[in-house]
């Protein structure tokens, strides 16, 4: 995606119901939009990385009520003891944290319905149809399984209810021929491209009105000219991604100013659970209000549990920290990414992350670095020999380099992962190919030896700035263990551009050993 000059790269991530604490499922795309704007950010452009929390709707309620306490009280006890801690402890950088019962989201939404009510997008009608809470979605009979009487939702397989009342509606229906031109004028803004095609079939299919407001329960933002009714969560929901940068406010103001640089966003991170509402309603109510489109929409897999989509209702919900006290923040945030192409759908297995963790990261990557530190130490006394060049290495890195740029810009992250890895490998088979505990028996070969443990570190170097935004707090270790904080500057600020530049590290740099970047498993457990 080609930067916009003066613009903020602009990520979300859904904002999630606080029904519960996260999962796993969750985690995913939060750490997905994680890697993606810490990558932007090593490119020197200015980022915005926004998440946030769904606070109201019959879900949240429902969990309210069935614990005991308002609303309120659930969703403020569940965001600070929960949701906030559990993005911590995985190292997310979000730049802010959209909660939507906040004054500064709710008064937006209101400023923003009136507005489309004002110019005529907005009618009174009867909804009569049928409603999942689960996904907090009207369903059309069509959507549904089940025999007989008994109708259930799909995704839940809970039965539905039903929906009789008047509301008022928007006419999505005036816009679909606008967004289904969008979609055909610039296919990159939305993928992958199952998710473009099944939209686009969608919207060619009898989209209709949406009734965006309900009357039997209070748990919402009210609607300003009609204070018996609350907005329809969702439409309520996908307004936080203008909100949280200052939607509406004077131009002249700090969230007018806010709002100009970061419109549109460059990328909504979805599941595909919720693709329609971002690439099909979402769409709708901007262009009704006059509003660029976002420049991306990118819906991927589901993480699977017994080929099923994981969820807490299913009681399939693995917690983050059940995998994290086993393998490490980092190894999770590295396995999914590797392990899942984005966009298709993958199972979870104890196992395969098992395998991974000790081939990939103990192995190819924690082990590089150990040999490293030895050799470093045992040959060179700790300190970093003369700066040496090696055309091989060099050229592998470029292609590296490059490959990973291209990758992770088009939320390919397996394939930058990969090829990151790859160099990795390269550098492990040029240890073992030049055998420096050999070359270190002579004299004569002092140089050569040198020159090997030289072009280690420094491939060592780049490793750990194409890694950081992966794994960042373990790349900072090996960093620090090479001395370049004090020497070539902070691991955050290294620019991607700037990686495949050989003879960074200065001659005469301290190599400290660490503790071993990926223990054993069997050590951990
Ligand atoms: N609140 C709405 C989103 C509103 S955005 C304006 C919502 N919340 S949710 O809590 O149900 O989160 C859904 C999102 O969580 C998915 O779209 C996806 O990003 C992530 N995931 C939840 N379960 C998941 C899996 N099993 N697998 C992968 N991602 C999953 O929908």
Redesign the pocket.
């Known amino acids: 995606m080609t930067p916009r000059p003066d613009k903020t790269f602009y990520l979300t ?5 606080v029904n519960d604490a996260p ?1 796993i ?2 985690a ?2 939060t750490v997905a939009g994680d890697v993606l704007t810490r990558w932007h950010r090593q490119k020197g452009e200015p980022v915005w990385f926004l998440t946030g929390t ?1 606070e109201h709707g019959q879900k949240v309620l429902r969990s309210a009520q069935a614990h005991g306490v308002t609303p309120q009280e659930w969703v403020d006890r569940l965001v600070e003891t929960s949701w906030k801690p559990n993005w911590r402890a995985l190292n997310i950088a979000n730049d802010d944290f959209i909660r939507t019962t906040e004054v500064r989201h709710t008064e937006r939404v209101q400023r923003f319905l009136q507005s489309l009510k004002d110019a005529g997008h907005i009618y009174k009608g009867k909804y009569e149809g049928c409603y999942c809470v689960g996904c ?1 979605e009207f369903k059309l009979s069509g959507d549904l399984i089940g025999r007989g009487e008994e109708r259930l939702c799909p995704v839940h397989g809970t039965p539905v209810e039903m929906v009789n009342e008047v509301n008022w509606f928007f006419r999505l229906s005036n816009f679909v021929e606008s967004i289904l031109k969008h979609y055909r004028e610039n296919p990159d803004s939305l993928q992958p491209e199952s998710a473009r095609n099944e939209v686009i079939s969608f919207l060619e299919s009898d989209v209709t009105d949406l009734s965006i407001s309900r009357s039997t329960f209070d748990w919402g933002i009210t609607v300003p000219w009609d204070t018996d009714q609350v907005f329809y969560v ?1 439409f309520d ?2 307004l ?2 203008a909100t949280a940068v200052g939607l509406g406010d004077d131009p002249t103001s700090e969230g007018g100013k806010k709002f100009a640089q970061t419109w549109p966003p460059d990328v909504h ?6 693709l329609r ?2 690439a099909v309603i979402w769409p709708g109510m901007l262009l009704a209000a006059g509003l660029p489109l976002p420049r991306k929409v990118f819906a ?5 549990v017994g080929g099923e ?3 807490k209702s299913k009681l399939t919900g693995i917690a983050p920290s059940e995998i994290t006290d086993h393998f490490g923040v980092d190894a999770f945030r590295y396995y999914f990414l590797r392990a899942i192409p984005f966009g298709s759908d993958g199972s979870f297995s104890w196992e395969d992350m098992h395998a991974r963790y000790t081939s990939e990261l103990a192995n190819d990557f924690g082990n590089l670095a150990s040999r490293l530190w030895a050799m470093i130490e045992k040959y060179c006394g700790g300190v970093l020999p003369v700066v040496a060049h090696d055309p091989g290495l060099q050229a592998a890195l470029h292609e590296a380099v490059t490959e990973a740029d291209s990758a992770i810009c088009a939320l390919d992250f397996q394939s930058g992962i990969m090829a990151v890895m790859e160099f990795c490998k390269r550098v492990n088979g040029y240890v073992t190919e030049e055998e420096p505990w050999i070359l270190a028996k002579s004299l004569s070969n002092k140089v050569h030896l040198e020159a090997v443990l030289y072009n280690t570190a420094e491939a060592l170097r780049a490793l750990a700035v194409l890694f950081n935004s992966v794994m960042p707090a373990t790349c900072e270790i090996l960093w620090q263990s090479l001395g370049a904080n004090e020497s070539i500057g902070a691991l955050a600020d290294q620019k991607i551009e700037d990686v495949h530049k050989w003879g960074q590290l200065p001659a005469g740099s301290r190599v400290t050993k660490s503790a071993v970047l990926f223990p054993r498993l069997d050590v951990i457990a």
């Not at 991530?13 to 119901?17: Q, R, V």
């Not at 991927?300 to 699977?304: A, K, N, Q, Y």
């Open positions: 991530t859904p904002i999630y119901y999962h499922g969750h995913y795309t769904d907090e969702w929901a996908l936080n991604y991170l979805v599941g595909k659970d919720i509402f971002h991927h897999g589901w993480l699977l989509k994981m969820s």
